[in-house]
């Protein structure tokens, strides 16, 4: 059986990174305009540098929580991809090793031309300055507004070969990612794992766990579990 996990902000909010924006459309006292935007990047390259090392420092202080460990543990028993909208490597360092981050990465940063290039910033610092091996400066890796969503279409190929899709952390209200949930195929079992329950998603026959990620991902895990049948195959 192949589960894919839809992850957002939620799942990781429990280990306390902070979610993308508060009510008040801010990004940790920041408007995502100017730290989140390749204009910003142009505009203010010393800003968007020490938002995002801010942000890395706070990553390294975080550790994966109970949903987390869940998922990686699953892995040993059945065939898990996970679709991440989080930025944050919480779901590696829990065990998970089939990973797609749709957003980008913050520990790496990456050339701005087209080489490929990627570097791991193990320290959580990136400086001013830095350059690929090509020349090309070094920006972070991270999909910002505006910037189209490169991992997008094998993220449609892996949710329309889903047997089970499991929605964690997220509102389902940011797209491209939010779309995801129309190409799960016919026949797909979907829960979603959120404490604010979406009632017109119930009426759609979506299995609904309202609660929070570390305890409501266990017990979607184990209807899924339930639902399916314990066997299950790796790939």
Known sequence: MRIVVLSGAGISAESGI???RDAGGLWEGHRIEDVATPE???????????????RRLNLLQSHPNAAHLALAELEKTHEVHIITQNVDDLHERAGSTKILHLHGELMYARSSGETGFRLRLDDGLMHAGMRCPDGFPLRPDIVWFGEPVPMMDEAIYLTSKADALLIVGTSLEVY???????????????????????????AQGIRCIAEPASSGVPKAIA??????GKAGTHS
Not at 40 to 54: E, I
Not at 189 to 202: A, Y
Not at 223 to 228: G, R, S, V
Request: net charge negative; charged share 20%.
């Open 18 to 20: 902070r979610t993308f």
């Open 40 to 54: 910003a990047w142009q505009r203010n390259p010393d800003m968007v540098l020490d938002f995002y090392n801010q």
């Open 176 to 202: 491209p990612a939010a779309g995801l949930l129309n190409f799960a195929p016919h026949g797909c079992g979907i829960w979603l794992v959120d404490p604010n329950r979406h009632q017109e998603k119930s």
């Open 223 to 228: 209807e899924i579990k339930e639902f399916y």
